[in-house]
Each structure stands twice: as C-alpha cells, then as structure tokens.
C-alpha cells in the first residue's frame, strides 16, 4: 500500500482556513514638506553645472555692440544665452561674438556689485555660486576681428579693417567714424577716427572689438597694455549665441567669418 501524500495541515494554510502570516506595513508616503528642501538642492546643483560648464545668460549694460546686441541707455538691454562648451574643444574664430572677463586695464570703471554689509555679501555670493546673482566680475562681449598671429590695422582706401593685409567685409557695422577719403582719412592731418595700428596679435590672445565702432572701448582703446589691447583667450568665458530676452528680441545672433579670401 502506497501512502498518499497529505497537504500540510499547517494552520493558515488550508484552504478554507483564514491566512494569518502577518504582512509588511505599508511605508507611509512622505510629505511634500519634508522632500522640498531635497528638490531644492538637487535643482540648485543642476543650475551651478548648467551655468558653469555648460551654458550662462548674461545681461548686455552697454551700448558698444548696437544694433546687434541692444544695451543703449534708455531701452531694455539684451539677455543673451553664451554656451560655454565649443571653446573647450577650439578656439574662437573671427566674427565670433564672444563674452569675456575684462583683463586688468579693461577693470578701470568697474564697480563691485555686492554689498559692504558681510551677510549680503555672503548670500550674494552664495546666489552667485548657483547663477541666480551676477558673479562680481567685469564681464564684457565684443567681436574677434583677429586671432593669434595675425596682423590687424585700418584703414584702406575705403576705410575698412584690414588683418594680414586683406580688407573685412563688416555687414553687422552701422555706426563707425567718418571716413573721408583724401580729405578725413589715414593720411590727412585730422585722421579718421577709425584708423589703428598696424598691431600683431600675441599667440593665445584675440583682437576685439565691438560692432557700434564709434562708441566702443575695445582693443583700439586698451594699446598700452601688456597685451597690447588683446584679450587672452584664457579670459574668454564663452559664445554668445541667442538672445533670449525681451521676447521682441528672440534670436539667433550671427557670427560671419569677416575675413575674406
């Protein structure tokens, strides 16, 4: 005779009879409150990588790239969006609109922004940090007209930059000094105001200079110091690409190469 193998007559485990294996309480969901200050943080270092190595949107105070980048006094000044990554893997090229930090002898009308009280201070640099306060630099956004090496000068005949000896074509050029030739010119002894140089550009700097040439104190006006007027590309913090406000201003913001073949 074969024994037939009983089920276990354990109890909560019949069929019939009630499952008294107790069960795991439920974790109780946690309240927003207490997650907040973990949403915070996490977004503000998202916004410190984001503005750091990736992407920043400045303000533009000053009028010396009219009509390109509106910074008149009066009018709303442009926020444009500067990426930060293409310089990582080159250099900027002519007719790049670039942001930059200003080098000594560009500082001399520079005033701090933060506050003499030390708390302020401390909070605006902490909102610094994370991109919601301006860092406390001279931040500045001009043109390349030449790089490295290059030889740049004005005039020709026809009152255009000339690098290496070739004239640019300018078209983001609007308002510049009157250009007279044989009468207001390189030769005559009122010169134009648009003539420079002949300057070398130092190896690892830029010559810049903004587009409203009449009233932009750029490579021409800083000659005397130790870089000559240029900007080592060491100080360039990124491209400016879009201008992202006011809506009426949306756009990308162009960089054709100037220099002709």
Not at 23 to 28: A, L, V
Not at 189 to 201: A, H, L, W
Request: net charge negative; proline share 10%; with cysteine.
């Amino acid at each position: 005779m074969v024994d037939t193998p009983q089920e276990s007559t354990a109890p909560g485990s019949g069929a019939d009879g009630p499952d008294t294996r107790s069960e795991s309480p439920r974790k109780k969901p946690r309240s927003f409150w207490r997650e907040l200050p973990v949403l915070i943080v996490v977004a503000l270092l998202m916004s410190f990588v984001l503005q750091t190595f990736i992407a920043r949107v400045y303000l533009i105070p000053s009028e010396s790239m009219e009509p390109t980048l509106h910074g008149c006094a009066g009018c709303t000044g442009d926020r444009i969006l500067v990426e930060k990554i293409g310089y990582h893997f080159g250099d900027p090229s002519p007719g790049d609109v670039v942001v930059f930090k200003g080098p000594d002898s560009w500082n001399t009308e520079f005033k701090s922004t933060r506050s003499s009280n030390v708390v302020v201070r401390g909070f605006q640099e902490l909102g610094s940090i994370v991109g919601l306060v301006p860092p406390d630099e001279n931040d500045l956004v001009k043109r390349v007209i030449a790089t490295g090496g290059q030889k740049v000068e004005c005039c020709d005949a026809q009152g255009r930059v000339l690098v290496d000896g070739k004239p640019l074509d300018e078209p983001y050029i609007v308002y510049d000094f009157p250009f007279h030739p044989g009468t207001q010119d390189c030769t005559t002894p009122i010169k134009s105001g648009r003539c420079f140089g002949p300057y070398t550009v130092p190896e690892g700097n830029l010559w810049v200079m903004g587009d409203n040439r009449s009233n932009s104190a750029d490579s021409r006006y800083h000659v005397g110091d130790e870089y000559n007027g240029t900007v080592p590309i060491d100080n360039v913090i990124g491209k400016a690409v879009a201008i992202v406000l006011p809506p009426s201003r949306w756009g990308t913001i162009s960089s054709p190469n100037p220099q002709t073949n």
